[in-house]
């Protein structure tokens, strides 16, 4: 029975979480460790603390890293050392200092190391990796991808220029918020061998991160000896919202809209697109399966489907299209980020 349970961090994503949590396993000690002092007990947890050595005392046999990303590893560490199984949000951290020890240590403590990717739970998504597994495209030709959102209106209750997206200084960029587009393409079309990218600013957004980001992977999947290539574009910036995938083959092409569930096919030969399937789904959907993929992992003491290596794996990418963005859009080999 897991029924210690702790939430690190109570921002938007850590008060999901929470809420979620809560509704999985209502009959849970739930706590959660906050780094601002308040009088109120947090609605759905049992309690909370202030200070991690309170944290570490409770015990938790679960965690969930929900703090800005550059304190994830600092958290994750000390809650790793006493044995709790983990889920790290996404991004697994903001560097990757302290990643590869903190893997280590799950690995000596036999528990569950587990990044908080949820788009891998929407099963629109799964369908459109389903489908080109199977071949629906023919050979894999080209891949393109984008996301963008305009950052005032992503948390509209709040001051978007206080947010985490929008401050260097806890792991904001949309390298780091939108990389659920990173790790979705691993996850279909396997590891990325090299990056050309290019970082900036564009808009009078007031934020000190960059707000658009341009990148062409290369895969390593071969094709006739030639390596697939995928196009990523991520921003703050755009109003018209989008968050689509689309594969073109020598069959015709697969299109997924993440925003509305809908997997389309332009066939060769056809004058237009045809709907597939439609899995329109709610906010939640994807946390509340994460977080039960998670929990039955911990008592399955099975591995679970994205691993604290995966989560480093993006953090490599991301690396890397920095340092091209750096060297005006240099190739840079994934392989050599370290």
């Not at 109570?10 to 809560?22: C, D, E, Q, T």
């Not at 906010?283 to 992992?297: A, G, H, Q």
């Amino acid at each position: 029975m897991i029924n210690r349970i702790l939430i690190v961090g109570l921002g938007s994503i850590g008060k999901r979480h929470l809420r979620l949590v809560r509704q999985l396993l209502p009959a849970a000690d739930i706590r959660v460790l906050r780094n601002t002092h308040a009088t109120i007990v947090p609605e759905y947890a049992s309690g909370y603390f202030y200070g991690m050595e309170e944290a570490i005392a409770f015990a938790p046999q679960i965690a969930i890293v929900a703090n800005p990303a550059p304190f994830h590893i600092q958290a994750a560490h000390a809650l790793a050392n006493i044995g709790a199984h983990l889920l790290i949000e996404k991004p697994l951290s903001s560097s990757l200092s302290g990643i590869s020890e903190l893997i280590k240590v799950c690995r000596g403590r036999n528990t569950i190391l587990f990044t908080g990717y949820n788009l891998r739970f929407l099963s629109s998504l799964q369908a459109f990796k389903n489908l080109l597994v199977e071949g629906i495209v023919g050979n894999q030709l080209s891949v393109r991808c984008e996301v963008g959102q305009y950052l005032p209106s992503w948390r509209p209750s709040i001051d978007y220029r206080q947010s985490v997206s929008a401050r260097q200084d806890l792991g904001g960029g949309v390298l780091l918020e939108l990389s659920h587009e990173l790790d979705y393409l691993r996850w279909i079309f396997g590891e990325v061998s090299w990056v050309r990218a290019t970082l900036s600013k564009q808009s009078e957004l007031e934020i000190n991160v960059e707000d658009t980001a341009h990148l062409i992977l290369g895969f390593d999947q071969k094709l006739d000896g030639k390596k697939l290539i995928g196009q990523v574009n991520l921003d703050f910036i755009r109003h018209d919202s989008v968050r689509k995938c689309t594969v073109i083959g020598d069959l015709g092409s697969l299109r997924w809209n993440g925003l509305n569930g809908q997997v389309a096919m332009y066939e060769a030969g056809t004058k237009g697109w045809k709907e597939l399937l439609s899995h329109p789904h709610q906010s939640d959907d994807s946390y509340i399966e994460e977080l039960r993929c998670f929990t039955e992992c911990v008592l399955a003491n099975k591995l679970p489907p994205i691993t604290g290596e995966d989560g480093l794996a993006v953090l490599k990418i991301i690396e890397a299209a920095r340092k091209s963005s750096q060297l005006d859009g240099k190739m840079i080999e994934v392989s050599k980020i370290s």
